[in-house]
């Protein structure tokens, strides 16, 4: 039947609107609510991938509206999150108004990073540079749970979760290899990486709650960096 050629891009669609409704969400306040919706159009998009090679419907502009679909799911929305709670962790300090825009460094250079992996014909079995799904998740997940783990005064807070962001958004574009998630076999030697963060994950989000997810992020990051991928 012709339509199952129109479901890919359904599915990518749905990523885009769950996206837009993160965006309402964080601008009205509501953060915990952006993060879910963020986490909704993450599964939209690892489905409309899925859909694309089950049914065979591959186009040129499936793969450009996925990426402008990235745009506003985990780019933009995490973006307002962050907009969204520096303003109100900066209005409690002496610090310029100004600053809780640095926040849209976010969705700058996740649109960069997307642009760059459509043309980068490296990363078709590894990333280079972190992936805009697993940023968004560091971001909703850091805004919803480190309010109970702010131990210092709100002006460092602001002004270190600003450099935490510009590094991260750093880290979207850099050369650094990054290991997918992609398993070919269950054996531990080639998917040693994919096991440590999984044992980590569930262990971070028991011990942090929320703020596991950040941590994930990050431990993610780091199994990259220590441990070849076989």
């Not at 749905?14 to 993160?22: D, E, Q, T, V």
């Not at 900066?90 to 700058?108: D, E, Y």
């Not at 460092?156 to 992609?182: C, G, Q």
Request: hydrophobic content about 60%; charged content about 10%; proline content about 3%.
């Amino acid at each position: 039947m012709i339509i199952r050629k129109y479901i890919p891009n359904t599915i990518t669609c749905l990523n885009s609107l769950s996206g837009c409704i993160a965006i309402v969400m964080a601008l009205s306040g509501n953060l915990m609510a952006a993060a879910l919706w963020i986490l909704v159009a993450a599964i939209f998009d690892f489905f409309d991938g899925f859909a694309a090679r089950l049914l065979k419907s591959y186009s040129k502009i499936g793969g450009e509206l996925d990426s402008l679909s990235d745009v506003v799911s985990f780019g933009v929305a995490p973006g307002m999150m962050l907009y969204q709670y520096l303003v109100t962790i900066n209005s409690q300090t002496a610090l310029p108004v100004w600053i809780p825009f640095v926040a849209m460094v976010i969705p700058v250079l996740s649109g960069v990073r997307l642009a760059k992996f459509n043309m980068d014909e490296r990363q078709t079995t590894s990333f280079l540079g972190l992936p805009v799904p697993a940023h968004a998740l560091f971001w909703a997940s850091y805004v919803n749970g480190i309010a109970d783990y702010m131990v210092f005064s709100a002006s460092f807070m602001v002004i270190a979760t600003l450099i935490l962001a510009i590094i991260s958004s750093l880290l979207l574009v850099s050369e650094i290899p990054m290991f997918s998630f992609k398993i070919k076999s269950l054996a531990w030697k080639s998917n040693i990486q994919r096991y440590l963060l999984l044992i980590g994950a569930i262990l971070l989000l028991v011990f942090l709650g929320m703020l596991g997810a950040s941590a994930t992020v990050l431990l993610y990051v780091i199994l990259s960096l220590i441990i070849k991928d076989y």
